[in-house]
């Protein structure tokens, strides 16, 4: 017998339900076996200690609280027990919420401004006069009539004219629109720039940069942005005079941007922020 089988034969042997020969064996395998004699001990122990134990007692009214729970009514009863028992207290009190809600709608539907008014008729339309009728010509210009030639009456080459012709001037002001809008890109007045003081604007701090050298300033403007971790950007192809540069950059290193502002050139600060928030905006205008 190993000491598997022995260990299998611990509770038949404590509950006296072993078989003399199944005894003997047991037994000769504890007598040689140098593990199984200890833990037949602990476990005879454990038995003991368990029979030991007093039968143990339901808590008082746990019997009923378990057939209340097993006979438990459905919850549609039980909301209606809820709503409406007992019935002398709660269908007067339902009756009377019913009655003022009620009201509460009439007025409201009555009294909204965009209700019906009971009892108010409209404004009836009175017919203007034929003198009021005389002065409202008067008054109102006369705008010519433009009677567009039907494809009926309008001839081919006519209609052919009129579009080379609207092609023609289109082209033709083609340019002068694009050089106006350059223009209105690069001009950038002073007297427009915002007071960033008085409104919290999209910049925080708006500047004027006269730089000492123009060819190298792209360079000089990337190797700034690099040095105080913050962005760069040029709204045209490069950084030449009446162009916009703007710069994101934290709070802390705002000083040390308008240091190295001060050595590329003549900078001026135009409008600043009282109070700086985290990340900073800054707007520069190169002249």
């Known amino acids: 017998m190993n000491c598997e089988q022995a260990r299998a034969l611990f509770p038949v042997r404590a ?19 140098p593990v199984c004699p200890g833990e037949w001990d602990r476990y005879l122990q454990t038995v003991i200690l368990l029979r030991s134990a007093g039968e143990p007692q339901a808590p008082p009214g746990f019997a009923q609280r378990v057939i209340e729970a097993a006979t438990r009514e459905p919850w549609h009863q039980r909301w209606l027990r809820a709503v409406f028992l007992p019935l002398h207290i709660k269908l007067p009190l339902e009756a009377v919420a019913i009655v003022v809600v009620s009201t509460l709608v009439v007025l409201v539907y009555r009294q909204g401004p965009e209700g019906p008014r009971v009892g108010v008729s409209p404004p009836s339309q009175v017919a203007p006069t034929p003198a009021e009728r005389q002065e409202g010509l008067e008054q109102t210009p006369e705008e010519p009539s433009a009677s567009p030639a039907t494809p009926s009456t309008a001839s081919p080459e006519r209609a052919q004219e009129d579009k080379d012709f609207a092609e023609r001037k289109k082209e033709s002001n083609a340019p002068e629109k694009k050089a ?108």
Do not use: W
Not at 251 to 267: C, I, P, S, V, W
């Open 180 to 287: 106006e809008r350059d223009r209105a890109e690069s001009r950038v007045p002073a007297a427009t720039a915002p007071s960033l003081s008085a409104s919290q604007s999209l910049f925080q701090v708006s500047g004027l940069l006269r730089p000492k050298s123009r060819d190298a300033l792209d360079r000089q403007l990337e190797d700034l942005a690099s040095q105080v971790g913050g962005t760069l950007v040029i709204e045209t192809s490069g950084a030449r005079s009446g162009s916009v540069v703007e710069f994101v950059l934290a709070r802390d290193n705002y000083a040390k941007l308008e240091t190295g502002l001060h050595q590329m050139g003549d900078f001026k600060v135009e409008a600043k922020a009282p109070t700086l928030p985290e990340q900073v905006r800054v707007r520069i205008r190169i002249q």
């Open 15 to 33: 509950d006296e339900r072993i078989t003399p020969e199944e005894r003997a064996e047991l037994t000769g395998h504890l007598a040689v076996c």
